[in-house]
């Protein structure tokens, strides 16, 4: 393992995948780079549709069509996941990469014993006894804070509520110790209370474990104060990218502004109601020329329609990328008038996002 390989636990480089469909070429990732850290935490948003659940599952080496083209690279940590054959794809998943998902009755068995199951899990990465992975599984459902955790052990996924029934996935995806989880929105379906003890659960993994974190949400709130860095997808691309304080209080690229905008505003007493996007996102088997978010964004001209821009750099802020011909946001940054010509905001600002 070289050098630049064991800082990075995890590396894509001009990742695509295309599906070929009746109706023509699905590019539902379209040239993807991204890179994340031990023990860091990436969130990735954007709308219904964006590429977010295919660009996770082919980090995973877990592409659901056989018809799947996929190009690009895919590190993870040192290892070529694209070029793994199935057999190492397999011995990969759970010990250096495992996934949570959203619903996680699709992760558990339905009669299996919740106990039984992560013990199985224990019993794919160490040489333990059956005993010892069955004494390792009531520690894990302890490490996720599950209730009388010997006894929970008996029961069946369907007997448990639906936040220990994602504590139990949590607990089945650290089983092996993975440097990695990809958790595609692990939390819409729990309530705001239960979801808040599942993100800071994340948390507390990182940075014990230091197992990296790729979690994806539709919550733009729930990404800012639970990831370290966020990626923006829109219609198979990152619009932006970075340090998390940095993309929520200067937002350069136009669809990210758009996106804070939609979200509901407490300011006070008062309470802002959300601008919901206009439009709907593309057909991506024949997206629009130029610039994906062009007939939506109300900044857009000429060069919008025209050619595709690239991602660069926002000036002093290392990291943090846009692709955007008319970059500027709504926000206004602390103490100072907006890069834009929008209107006054009508969305939360950093503070309020990330409280
Ligand atoms: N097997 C497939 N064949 C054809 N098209 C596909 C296939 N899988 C995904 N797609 C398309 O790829 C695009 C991206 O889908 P994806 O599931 O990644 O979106 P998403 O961002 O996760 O959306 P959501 O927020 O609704 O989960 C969509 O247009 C989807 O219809
Ligand atoms: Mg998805």
Redesign the pocket.
């Known amino acids: 393992m070289n050098q630049a390989a064991t800082e990075r636990l995890l590396t894509v480089r001009d990742l695509r995948v295309e599906?070929p469909?009746a109706d023509g070429t699905?590019r539902?990732v379209d040239n993807v780079s991204l890179d994340l850290g031990y023990g860091e935490r990436l969130g990735i948003v954007?709308e219904?549709?964006?590429?977010?659940?295919?660009?996770s599952r082919t980090i995973m080496g877990l592409t659901?069509?056989r018809t799947?083209r996929v190009t690009g690279e895919v590190i993870l940590d040192g290892r070529s996941v694209l070029d793994l054959s199935e057999r190492s794809r397999r011995s990969m998943w759970g010990r250096d990469v495992a996934m949570v998902f959203q619903d996680p009755l699709s992760s558990l068995h339905p009669i299996m014993p919740i106990g039984e199951q992560i013990a199985e899990a224990v019993r794919r990465d160490a040489s333990v006894t059956r005993r010892e992975a069955g004494a390792r599984a009531v520690q894990l459902l302890e490490t996720v804070g599950v209730p009388l955790a010997a006894q929970r052990a008996k029961a069946r996924a369907h007997e448990l509520s639906g936040g220990m029934r994602q504590r139990v996935a949590i607990a089945m995806a650290i089983a092996c110790r993975p440097k990695l989880i990809i958790a595609d929105?692990p939390t819409t379906a729990l309530d705001v209370t239960v979801q808040a003890r599942i993100l800071d659960l994340f948390d507390e993994l990182c940075r014990e474990f230091r197992i990296g974190l790729v979690m994806i949400s539709?919550d733009l709130g729930v990404v800012g104060r639970h990831t370290d860095r966020i990626a923006v997808?829109y219609a198979g691309r990152i619009a932006e990218r970075g340090p998390v304080a940095h993309v929520f209080a200067r937002p350069a690229m136009r669809y990210t502004s758009a996106l804070m905008a939609a979200i509901p505003r407490h300011d006070g007493a008062r309470r802002t109601l959300p601008r919901p996007i206009r439009g709907l996102p593309p057909n991506?088997a024949d997206p629009p020329a130029g610039c994906r978010f062009s007939p939506r964004c109300a900044h857009a001209g000429d060069a919008c329609h025209e050619a595709a821009p690239a991602l660069v750099e926002v000036e002093g802020e290392p990291g943090h990328e846009y692709a955007c011909w008319h970059p500027g946001s709504d926000v206004t940054p602390p103490g100072g008038a907006g890069q834009g010509q929008g209107p006054a905001p009508a969305h939360p600002t950093s503070s309020e996002v990330l409280r």
């Open positions: 599906f469909t699905v539902a954007g219904s549709g964006s590429g977010k659940s295919v660009l659901r069509s799947a929105e539709h997808m991506l």
